[in-house]
């Protein structure tokens, strides 16, 4: 049978949360009552993850597919795996570790019901240490500045979306990118549903500070031009304030004799040169961030390798060839 609803859980060393989310996810998507299918992307994990997937396909291969990649990829570039292999009309993201409730799906397609096409969760009661709270809530107004993309919880990874977004996300051939985002811009009708958030079952995140700031990166630079147009505005600014202080030194040297002297020993101090010099090396790795990207665009290399696919014989292995390589294990 076809499914309505594919799931897709990326996965990366969660060993020890796997069995409590098999036991949680199964009966809260059988209570839905719509048929579905599972999709797990085990992200190159280096405990036995891969080895509790394929003991869980082997329990219930009716309802679940798991795509194995050879190395460590990424959350999202896991997610676009599942992307280009849902069957369902309706598609739902959900992180392993459980702090997004399964039993809250039913929420996301409820909206869906109602007529839209992207639902994003928006956690209540966050289980997270406050920085990342705070951290959170500035990158999303400045996000939303600078994109005019409109998430109210851009780090919520319980999202649904139609498979005509779906499918959009899985034909770009952007390298990096954040789904969410990059998901949002091919909606017509999104909504936003409030979810719970619980603490994690077992294990540690994965998102350490220096990824978050990679991610955002990530996220401003693939959607929008405006960092580099605002420090070409800083850098006029910058000349035109420099160009005048330096006309009013000469004057004053000139005619006045002495009055604006203490502007002068303001513009020698050595404080200003380090903060013009700290101005241009933060411009020179923001045009690398955009350089980098179009390095990493050009190289067409593959995404992804999947070294196996579990799902039932039979089941289709359509896969775009330029984006994978892939060894099939069926049942």
């Given at each position: 049978?076809?499914?309505?609803?594919?799931?897709?859980?990326?996965?990366?060393?969660?060993?020890?949360?796997?069995?409590?989310?098999?036991?949680?996810?199964?009966?809260?998507?059988?209570?839905?009552?719509?048929?579905?299918?599972?999709?797990?992307?085990?992200?190159?994990?280096?405990?036995?993850?891969?080895?509790?997937?394929?003991?869980?396909?082997?329990?219930?291969?009716d309802?679940?597919?798991?795509?194995?990649?050879n190395?460590?990829?990424?959350?999202?570039?896991?997610?676009?795996?599942?992307?280009e292999?849902?069957?369902?009309?309706?598609?739902?993201?959900l992180?392993?570790?459980?702090?997004n409730?399964?039993?809250?799906?039913?929420?996301?397609?409820?909206?869906?019901?109602?007529?839209?096409?992207?639902?994003g969760?928006?956690?209540?009661?966050?289980?997270?240490?406050?920085?990342?709270?705070?951290?959170?809530?500035?990158?999303?107004?400045?996000?939303?500045?600078?994109?005019?993309?409109?998430?109210?919880d851009?780090?919520?990874?319980?999202?649904?979306?139609?498979?005509?977004?779906?499918?959009?996300?899985?034909?770009?051939?952007?390298?990096?990118?954040f789904?969410?985002?990059?998901?949002?811009?091919?909606?017509?009708?999104?909504?936003?549903?409030?979810?719970?958030?619980?603490?994690r079952?077992?294990?540690e995140?994965?998102?350490?500070l220096?990824?978050?700031?990679?991610?955002?990166?990530?996220?401003?630079?693939?959607?929008?031009?405006?960092?580099?147009?605002?420090?070409?505005?800083?850098?006029?600014?910058v000349?035109?304030?420099?160009?005048?202080l330096?006309?009013?030194?000469?004057?004053?040297?000139?005619?006045?004799?002495?009055?604006?002297e203490?502007?002068k020993?303001?513009w020698?101090?050595?404080i200003?040169?380090?903060?013009?010099?700290g101005?241009?090396?933060?411009?020179?790795?923001?045009?690398?961030?955009?350089?980098?990207?179009?390095?990493?665009?050009?190289?067409?290399?593959?995404?992804?390798v999947?070294?196996?696919?579990?799902?039932?014989?039979?089941?289709?292995?359509?896969?775009?060839?330029?984006?994978?390589?892939?060894?099939?294990?069926?049942?």
């Amino acid at each position: 049978m076809t499914p309505d609803l594919s799931v897709v859980i990326p996965v990366y060393n969660e060993e020890a949360g796997l069995p409590a989310l098999f036991a949680r996810l199964y009966p809260a998507l059988d209570a839905l009552g719509v048929p579905y299918e599972v999709i797990f992307v085990n992200d190159g994990s280096r405990d036995r993850s891969a080895a509790l997937l394929r003991a869980q396909f082997q329990a219930r291969p009716d309802v679940t597919r798991v795509i194995l990649f050879n190395a460590n990829y990424g959350q999202h570039v896991a997610i676009i795996a599942g992307f280009e292999r849902v069957r369902g009309e309706r598609v739902v993201t959900l992180d392993a570790d459980l702090q997004n409730p399964p039993e809250e799906i039913g929420k996301l397609l409820a909206a869906m019901d109602a007529g839209a096409d992207y639902v994003g969760g928006v956690r209540v009661n966050r289980e997270d240490a406050w920085w990342r709270r705070a951290a959170s809530r500035l990158m999303n107004r400045l996000r939303e500045r600078i994109t005019r993309i409109r998430m109210t919880d851009q780090g919520c990874m319980l999202r649904a979306y139609s498979r005509e977004i779906v499918d959009a996300v899985a034909a770009a051939r952007e390298v990096s990118t954040f789904i969410p985002a990059l998901a949002y811009t091919f909606a017509y009708r999104p909504v936003e549903v409030e979810v719970l958030h619980e603490e994690r079952v077992a294990g540690e995140s994965k998102y350490s500070l220096y990824k978050l700031i990679r991610l955002n990166f990530d996220l401003v630079t693939g959607f929008s031009l405006v960092p580099l147009q605002l420090f070409s505005v800083f850098g006029m600014i910058v000349a035109a304030v420099s160009l005048v202080l330096y006309a009013v030194v000469i004057v004053e040297r000139a005619v006045l004799g002495g009055f604006l002297e203490g502007v002068k020993a303001l513009w020698d101090r050595d404080i200003l040169a380090f903060f013009l010099i700290g101005c241009t090396m933060f411009g020179v790795g923001l045009l690398g961030e955009y350089v980098g990207r179009i390095y990493q665009q050009v190289r067409e290399r593959p995404r992804y390798v999947i070294r196996a696919v579990l799902e039932r014989d039979g089941d289709d292995l359509e896969l775009p060839a330029r984006d994978v390589a892939h060894v099939r294990e069926t049942q």
